[in-house]
T-cell receptor, first 115, second 110 residues
Framework: DTGVSQNPRHKITKRGQNVTFRCDPI?????LYWYRQTLGQGPEFLTY????????KSRLLSDRFSAERPKGSFSTLEIQRTEQGDSAMYLC?????????????FGDGTRLSIL | GNSVTQMEGPVTLSEEAFLTINCTYT??????LFWYVQYPGEGLQLLLK?????DKGSNKGFEATYRKETTSFHLEKGSVQVSDSAVYFC?????????FGAGTTVTVRA
């Protein structure tokens, strides 16, 4: 079990630039989730995929954010025209739908800093 | 909507002390409840879970019981160690997504 892998671990960029993060879920997991965590707060749900289908998006996910999961494997989260308020830790999690009540397993996150 | 409220920290304890972190929730229906832990420099790890009323989750000496009547899921450990120093998050799952509390930072001193 290699766990959920996220890249890069850290990203520093200037305001207005575009950034893309990648998440590789646990191989047998068909569900994939993105969360955002700001300092001193718990993670907040952004979006969720089952296989390649994006089934739910939070109102936190403005039109500058887009997530994809081509072929139902890895996922990318892109932020266009970054703003100071986008600075946060972006967490990816995965789970299996094979049996009920399977927990979500988290990656170590990508920390985004906007200069 | 769904929400989780947990005890504010930071909490500082001596080794072998008793730890309790309060967690209450608001949700429609019957959510599953979780405690996640984040050790320094590491990602979120599932500590324990409970999926229905009166279930007790336990792991690494930690326990929490799903109390539907008080909408609570308090975390307890009878004798903490320095290695338990971490941030603890209470969470509920409804409609497949997790809602987290703000986290409680626990520091255990030798």
């Amino acid at each position: 079990d290699t766990g959920v892998s996220q890249n890069p671990r850290h990203k520093i960029t200037k305001r207005g630039q575009n950034v893309t993060f990648r998440c590789d879920p646990i191989s047998e997991h068909n569900r994939l989730y993105w969360y955002r965590q700001t300092l001193g707060q718990g993670p907040e749900f952004l979006t969720y995929f089952q296989n390649e289908a994006q089934l739910e998006k939070s109102r936190l996910l403005s039109d500058r954010f887009s997530a994809e999961r081509p072929k139902g494997s890895f996922s990318t989260l892109e932020i266009q025209r970054t703003e100071q308020g986008d600075s946060a830790m972006y967490l990816c999690a995965s789970s299996s739908s094979s049996t009920s009540n399977q927990p979500q397993h988290f990656g170590d996150g990508t920390r985004l800093s906007i200069l | 909507g769904n929400s989780v409220t947990q005890m504010e920290g930071p909490v500082t304890l001596s080794e072998e002390a008793f730890l309790t972190i309060n967690c209450t929730y608001t949700a429609t229906g019957y959510p599953s409840l979780f405690w996640y832990v984040q050790y320094p420099g590491e990602g979120l790890q599932l500590l324990l879970k409970a999926t229905k009323a009166d279930d007790k989750g336990s792991n690494k000496g930690f326990e929490a019981t799903y109390r539907k009547e008080t909408t609570s899921f308090h975390l307890e450990k009878g004798s903490v160690q320095v290695s338990d120093s971490a941030v603890y998050f209470c969470a509920l799952r409804s409609d497949r997504k997790l809602s987290f509390g703000a986290g409680t930072t626990v520091t255990v001193r030798a």
